[in-house]
């Protein structure tokens, strides 16, 4: 095997999320080790993403058919929406399983330096999915960063203006944490958020 292959797909690999050079080589040689095991199952389901998958006409999520699993469920609460940024913020939601409603991928954040405007994120047809309904909430799941925290208040201003109740998710001290090691910014939102103690 011709040696400068294995060093080109190692450094494609180290581009990935969370993955730098020594565990794309790894990784790259465990699959290599475990071709029959791992190996061929993933380039089979890497081949049939890549021919198969689309952006689920209702919400954003990703899924095989055109409407996804979650949007096709009418156990759901219709009465809720999740707006959250990307994707994986909605596949974090369902694996907690705290939330049954149902969701809308934006696609990103408001962000004047990087010259993301409305237009460019998926705010259009999520105002028309709220125009027919004023008895929706909307649960506004998006990161406090100032992006974050420009977006939501975008959104609360736009969508606030149909009758929905517009929320967003509680900012502050995460379980677990030490007040030392939090920002300042965490330490705002934990007081301003406080809640009886139960």
Not at 33 to 53: A, C, V
Not at 158 to 182: C, F, M, Q, S, W
Request: aromatic residues 6%; neutral net charge.
């Amino acid at each position: 095997m011709n040696e400068n292959i294995l060093e080109d797909l190692t450094k494609k690999l180290s581009k990935l999320p969370g993955l730098g050079p020594r565990s794309a080589r790894r990784i790259l040689f465990h699959l290599i080790k475990n071709k029959e095991n791992f190996l061929k199952p993933i380039i089979h389901e890497l081949i049939t993403i890549d021919k198969k998958i689309v952006h689920c006409k209702s919400c954003g999520n990703i899924d095989l058919e055109e409407y996804c699993y979650i949007c096709m469920d009418k156990n759901r609460n219709q009465d809720l929406l999740c707006v959250v940024e990307n994707i994986p913020d909605l596949w974090a939601l369902e694996r907690s399983g705290i939330y049954r409603g149902n969701y809308h991928v934006l696609g990103g954040v408001l962000s004047a330096i990087d010259g993301v405007n409305p237009d460019q994120l998926n705010i259009s047809s999520l105002e028309k999915k709220v125009k027919s309904s004023n008895k929706i909430e909307i649960i506004l799941a998006i990161s406090a960063t100032l992006d974050g925290q420009t977006t939501s208040h975008y959104l609360s201003t736009l969508l606030g203006k149909y009758g929905n109740k517009v929320t967003r998710l509680a900012h502050g001290v995460p379980i677990g944490g030490e007040l030392d090691y939090l920002d300042d910014g965490t330490i705002v939102q934990a007081f301003k958020g406080r809640t009886l103690f139960e």
